[in-house]
Each structure stands twice: as C-alpha cells, then as structure tokens.
C-alpha cells in the first residue's frame, strides 16, 4: 500500500470517529431537551396565583352570584335538586370561563370559597360547594393532568353542581330533623322517598350542567381569538 492510500485511509477513518461523535453528540441534547420539556410540563401543572388571576376570579364569581339571583326562589319550592337544576347553567358557564382564563389547580375552589361566603347566610348548605369543588378539581387532575386541555374545564365544570346532590341528600337524612322529630327532612320534598325522581332530576342536572359548560367553553374561546382573555 502506498503512502497515499494509507493517507486516504486514515482520512476516511478519523471522518468517520467524527460522525460518529458527532451523532452521539446530537443524541445527548435531544435527550437533555426532552428532559427539560417533562421538567417543565411537569412544573407548569402547579404554579402560582396572580394577584391579577385572583381578582379575575373574584369578577368571574360576582357574575355567578348575579345571575343566580333566582335562588331565593328556588328555596321554597319543596322538590329535591331545584336548586341544582335552576343554578346549572350559570354555575357551569361562568365556573369554565374562569378556569379557562386561570389554568391552575383550584381555580375552581377559589370560586367555590368566593361563592360560599355569600350564600352561606341564604342557604347554609351551599357551603358543600367548597368539598364539591375539591372532589372535581381532584378527579380533573387524576384523569387531564391539569388544565392545558379544555375540556378538563368542561369536566370540572361538569362535575361541580351535581356533585352537590349526594351531599345534600346525606345532609337532609342524617344532620337534619324536621320539628326535632326523628324523621329525616328530605320526606319535605315533593318525592322525596321517590329514588327514581331523585335520580331522574340527578341526571337532568348533569346535562344541564353540561349544557352550560360547553357554552362557557365556547365563550371562552371566542373571548380569547378576539384578545379579550388572554
């Protein structure tokens, strides 16, 4: 072998150590980026409240309030879920608006608290809305790993009024009395020992809430193509 073919050789050779380290190279960094992207999602499920994030919730819950003022008429209609049935709409449309606007972990309960504070004096009750909220925010977690997607939102959003059902039948039959009498207070509602009523208004209030926290889902996208929820 002559001298140059052994030149060429070794040429070819360290060209090749070359390309070799420089794929190792490459490989290393997509590895470290792909690190640092799940460090990062994994970061962003959790972050902190804005003084700015707080009191768009706190705008967000005085609309819930407002056009849920026909719940003093809903009290004193003696069926089991009116409430429920009556608030769906508003207490899902606004609730999604807000958690698509602050896309954190208990956007929810921070409504629920804001909420509770007001209508605990009209109807002590209402106060499950607190433990509701804390069970959907939960399970939205467990299952959407956080609010990125929107119809975690809608889930959440889903979940949260009907959730107050179950605890509100447990209230009647077990904390509550009518006339000291031990007789349970949900026998007060039209239907009251009726299950398949109970459910049936149960599930009604689910779509409704469904209903309604579709529109605040829909709403909220508009909202942000036109710049208005950033």
Do not use: H
């Given at each position: ?129 607190i433990a509701c909220a804390l069970v959907a925010e ?93």
């Amino acid at each position: 072998m002559t001298p140059r073919e052994k030149a060429i050789l070794e040429l070819v050779r360290l060209s090749d150590e070359e390309e070799k380290q420089a794929e190792q190279q490459a490989k290393a960094e997509a590895e470290a980026v792909q690190s640092n992207d799940a460090a990062v999602k994994k970061e962003k499920v959790f972050k902190k409240y804005m003084i700015k994030d707080i009191v768009f919730l706190a705008i967000i819950t005085a609309c819930t309030l407002v056009t849920g003022a026909i719940m003093p008429l809903l009290v004193n209609v003696p069926l089991f879920g009116i409430i429920q049935l009556g608030l769906g709409i508003q207490f899902s449309l606004f609730p999604v608006i807000g958690m698509m606007k602050v896309k954190k972990p208990f956007a929810l309960l921070l409504q629920s608290m804001f909420i509770s504070i007001f209508l605990v004096f009209m109807f002590p009750p209402m106060v499950l809305l607190i433990a509701c909220a804390l069970v959907a925010e939960l399970l939205t977690l467990l299952i959407f790993r956080g609010y990125k997607n929107d119809w975690a939102c809608v889930f959440a959003g889903t979940l949260y009024m009907p959730l107050t059902l179950p605890l509100l039948y447990m209230y009647y039959n077990v904390f509550y009395t009518v006339s000291g009498e031990e007789k349970a207070a949900v026998s007060m509602f039209i239907g009251g020992g009726n299950v398949g009523l109970t459910v049936g208004i149960s599930f009604a209030v689910v779509a409704v809430c469904f209903v309604g926290s579709v529109i605040g889902m829909v709403i909220a996208r508009e909202l942000k193509k036109a710049g208005k929820l950033k």
